[in-house]
């Protein structure tokens, strides 16, 4: 079983910033890719930054140079500047995972967490 594990929202002023972190945890052969996707009420989930296990990153364009991320052993963090009211949505985290190395990826989720920006 493989669980990932959010934290770091909470509520920011506009203008404000916050750290969310993800780990991951469990059987866990290779990761692939990581990254945080992001719901706003009565939106779809949407991504919001990818990264590869090689480095390789990708943002959304409505976050590219107010957002950072960046990854490490089995865990990924976003770094979230010059926040916005409509970044305000339930973010969560994402991982490309092989248990076993005769699997395929498959998609994990984490639980999310919330970020309000709101004054």
């Known amino acids: 079983q493989v669980q990932l594990v959010e934290s770091g929202g909470g509520l920011v002023q506009p203008g404000g910033s916050l750290r969310l972190s993800c780990a991951a945890s469990?059987?866990?052969?290779?990761?692939?890719?990581m990254g945080w996707y992001r719901q706003a009420p009565g939106k779809q989930r949407e991504l919001v930054a990818t990264?590869?296990?090689?480095?390789l990153t990708n943002y959304t364009d409505s976050v590219k140079g107010r957002f950072t991320i960046a990854n490490a052993v089995n865990a990924v963090s976003l770094q979230m500047n010059s926040l916005k009211p409509e970044d305000t949505a339930v973010y969560y985290c994402n991982a490309e995972i092989r248990t076993y190395w005769y699997d395929t990826y498959s998609d994990y989720w984490g639980q999310g967490t919330q970020v309000t920006v709101s004054s």
């Open positions: 469990g059987t866990i052969f290779s990761i692939n890719a």
């Open positions: 990264i590869t296990s090689g480095g």
